[in-house]
């Protein structure tokens, strides 16, 4: 459930930023699942006012304008626009303002600018008056925007946006609503609750609430003949409407929560169910047959075309709207189109009612069809809030939509809604928390939800409201109290059976679990290996060319081994992987894929160090060797390589969601290593890959080339817990756009370098690049090489050619300039 929090303080006051909203919601039991900012900022923007236009002396196309911005002296700033005027009023960024500007080759993409004093052609300019394009509000850059609205210079531009009723930009709540809260599919449901927690007043928009009949009740007719699926239907009639765009404010609402307006009436049916939790719907009245509505059930089974274009079987029994002569609706969960509103319509009946849920839900799922409608139906809305929905929609399509109200409705209610009463024992509610709820408290809080608590007997008789259905006994008022009240305003008991400390997950755990699923998934094997080793090993081990380049410091030994073989702590967990490896290939094994996760050890002072003077860190090596695809009819046998190795640490990296590493060779060999790659996170060593030195490998009685990468994993493990949890990124709908390009550069240029820079010069749109051809030929020039790239780009809408085109001429620019690279045509 999307909620937006400039909508929500239409109804409510409150001091808290969009975050601290969010805690108090989810702990009074409304999760927010996210925090979403949306639109363009305009902090720092201010209203001026032009007070003088001149040409500039040494450029034809810019103009020298003196701006009033309310500071008591003009400000000069040099403007490109064609149309600046003296005496407009605009909106103007002063030296210090950031904006998120367009970019030249690529308007969907934004780069934020801090302004500063600039010299134009040999003139002072302190700042800049804007165009629309540049604060977000559209596309378009014909001009500066110049404000029809009065407006005071220096009066803040956000402050002017919010007065005209546009909001530039907005915070999005998304709200895991439990079935339990059909109340808090709604604006107005969930400003109760804020209401509560911020002890401010709930502003319910003032609605004239019709009488049933009158002029509306000789219009039209509405006969229930399945009450036990509607219990409630009203209809109110709004004649000579103008179908056509909504005005800005009221589709800035809608898109704010992911809703694409229409028109003016179908958006103001949206409107108010999302205001108020009340599913509303808008027949043309024209179109229905003998200006009846009948609620009945199908009497076998048929098809039916519903507002998406689609037509569907629907089975016998199906709850329906119709006419005098057929179908229209398929009752609380989507319209027919053969009544749908459409620029012709004039006069617009609106639906309001009260359908079971059950019956709903039970239709949703045989047709497969869910909606905004549905979603709510099948909770329970309010069973006494259709009149105020009905009147509310027609109030503003008479002021939006230019029609004309036809007094009174056509209220059918064949089974009138009866609230509860519950008994709530003032006693019993300190009995559950243990603790004292003040009693003023206590009804305080509960009618700031709409419950009317009227003391009784030691507690309080309370009126149940009709948007509540889910509270019914003690125990559920009683948890309304409590939530509302603060569980954490519950002090702790002194004692228990059992201990309070909360159980905590440790921070690298998460890494730990995903890299074995990983791993394990791709065919290697854990181990587990012994942590002591003979001194000498545990000295040749502890070497920086294991961290990267990274400072290690002597092996840990013990002061009293139990023997030779385990006098030292492991600084490396290679030692004890090669002893495995041995083991297994002496045993027959063609080929091993293995890793393992473990803590390694060094003699390092550190800050956080639990002893002084030693440092541990969790480590996760990963090891292949020998035969990797085994011989057959269809494939020869192959033996494990770097990049097979390369490979995988790279799909492990990607499947960890980290970012910023990159590999970086070290061409020289070592005691330990014959090459290597040092690895790094964000320019900081975090470990090797490579492979071992022959002598290494015959200390250990290892017969094939083993192929090696150990990293710092709680170095990455405390990356992922800096930046959260990795989120969820549907595959796209829309087509994508494969492109290849060959590029020939120096032959001693690594690919990866080449790689990244066409992932930054790609941008948003560049979603995979590859490499899939490497050629050297004396054609190209001596020490050159071609490199072939294939690059898919896609977006959540249609790509053009034209974007595409530009994102890879942008790619090939910038290869050039770094790396003197040549298109191969």
């Known amino acids: 459930m999307k909620i937006s ?8 006051e409150h001091d808290w930023t969009a975050d601290e909203l969010a805690d108090r919601l989810t702990l009074c039991g409304l999760e927010v699942e996210s925090v979403d900012p949306i639109g363009p900022t305009v902090d720092g923007v201010i209203v001026g006012r032009v007070l003088g236009v001149q040409r500039h002396p040494d450029a034809d196309r810019l103009t020298l304008c003196d701006v009033d911005t309310g500071s008591g002296e003009a400000v000069r700033i040099i403007c490109g626009a064609p149309n600046v005027a003296v005496g407009q009023t605009v909106p103007v ?13 690529d308007p969907s993409r934004r780069t934020p600018v801090t302004l500063r004093e600039a010299k134009i052609r040999g003139q002072a300019s302190h700042g800049m008056i804007c165009a629309e394009d540049e604060l977000g509000l559209s596309d378009d850059h014909s001009g500066i925007m110049v404000l029809d609205r009065p407006a005071e210079p220096g009066e803040p531009f956000a402050d002017y946006l919010e007065r005209v009723g546009y909001a530039a930009s907005d915070t999005v709540l998304d709200v895991a609503v439990t079935p339990n809260r059909p109340d808090a599919t ?19 928009p003032e609605v004239a609430l019709p009488r049933d009949g009158g002029e509306a009740a000789l219009a039209f007719s509405v006969d229930i003949q399945a009450p036990d699926g509607c219990h409630r239907y009203v209809g109110m009639l709004v004649r000579g409407v103008t179908v056509s765009e909504s005005p800005a404010w009221l589709k800035q609402r809608l898109t704010a929560i992911g809703l694409r307006p229409r028109n003016n009436v179908v958006d103001i049916t949206n409107f108010v169910m999302h205001e108020c939790g009340q599913p509303l719907h808008a027949f043309d009245f024209d179109q229905l047959a003998g200006h009846r509505i009948v609620v009945r059930r199908r009497a076998a089974e048929g098809p039916f075309t519903t507002l ?22 398929i009752a609380g969960v989507m319209g027919g189109e053969n009544s749908e509103v459409t620029d012709a319509t004039t006069d617009v009946l609106i639906e309001s009612a009260y359908f079971d849920p059950s019956d709903i839900r039970r239709t949703a799922r045989a047709l497969q069809l869910a909606s905004d409608a549905s979603y709510r139906f099948e909770r329970g809305v309010d069973t006494n809030g259709q009149v105020w929905a009905a009147a509310r929609a027609a109030g503003m399509m008479v002021e939006l939509a230019g029609g004309t109200l036809v007094q009174g409705v056509v209220d059918a209610h064949p089974v009138p809604p009866e609230p509860p009463t519950v008994h709530v024992r003032e006693r019993r509610i ?22 009317e608590p009227v003391a009784s007997d030691g507690g309080w008789q309370v009126r149940v409201p009709t948007w509540r259905p889910d509270v019914e006994r003690e125990i559920d008022v009683i948890e309304e109290i409590v939530r509302l009240y603060g569980l954490d305003r519950i002090p702790e008991p002194p004692y228990g059976r059992l201990p309070n400390a909360l159980p905590t997950v440790p921070v690298e755990q998460p890494t730990r679990d995903r890299v074995a699923q990983i791993l394990s998934g791709s065919g290697f094997r854990e181990i587990c290996t012994n942590s002591m080793l003979p001194g000498e090993v545990a000295s040749l081990f502890a070497h920086p060319v294991l ?11 013990t002061c009293n081994p139990i023997s030779s073989e385990m006098a030292a702590l492991r600084p490396s967990l290679l030692p004890g992987m090669l002893q495995v490896l041995s083991h297994n290939l002496n045993h027959g094994q063609a080929g091993l894929r293995m890793f393992e996760i473990g803590v390694v050890m060094d003699r390092f002072d550190t800050p ?40 995988r640490f790279e799909a492990l990296v990607d499947g960890l969601g980290v970012s910023g590493v990159t590999l970086e060779p070290v061409r020289q060999a070592t005691d330990l290593t014959r090459y290597h790659l040092a690895v790094r996170l964000d320019d900081r060593p975090i470990g090797t890959m490579g492979a071992l030195s022959p002598h290494v490998l015959e200390r250990f009685d290892v017969r094939s080339e083993v192929f090696f990468a150990e990293i710092d994993l709680g170095a990455v493990a405390l990356w992922r817990s800096d930046r959260g949890w990795t989120r969820y990124r549907d595959v796209t709908r829309y087509p994508v756009v494969d492109r290849d390009i060959a590029v020939v550069v120096d032959a001693a240029s690594p690919v990866g370098p080449l790689l990244d820079t066409i992932r930054e010069a790609g941008g948003p749109l560049l979603r995979q690049v590859g490499v899939f051809d490497l050629y050297r030929d004396e054609k190209l020039g001596d020490g050159r090489k071609s490199v072939a790239f294939s690059m898919r780009f896609a977006a959540d809408r249609t790509l053009r050619d034209e974007e595409v085109d530009q994102a890879v001429a942008r790619i090939v620019k910038t290869l050039e300039e770094r790396y003197a690279a040549a298109l191969r045509s």
Do not use: C
């Open 5 to 12: 929090t400039g909508w929500l303080r239409s109804y409510v």
């Open 93 to 105: 960024a002063p030296v210090g303002t950031t904006l998120s500007l367009p970019d030249r080759d």
């Open 186 to 204: 709604s604006h107005l449901g969930i400003a109760r609750d804020v209401a509560a927690l911020a002890d401010r007043p709930l502003r319910r």
């Open 308 to 329: 998406d274009g689609k037509e569907r079987t629907l089975p016998a029994g199906t709850l329906m709207i119709a006419d005098g002569d057929r179908d229209v609706a």
């Open 430 to 451: 300190a009995g559950i928390l243990g603790a004292t709820v003040p009693a003023g408290e206590v009804e305080r809080l509960l009618t700031a939800i709409g419950f």
């Open 547 to 557: 961290r990267g380049g990274d400072p290690v410091g002597p092996a840990v030994v």
């Open 608 to 647: 956080d160090a639990p002893v002084a003077g030693y440092r541990e860190r969790t480590s996760l090596l990963i090891a292949v060797t020998g035969r990797l695809v085994e011989p057959g009819w269809d494939a020869k046998a192959r033996s494990a390589d770097v990049f097979d190795l390369r490979g």
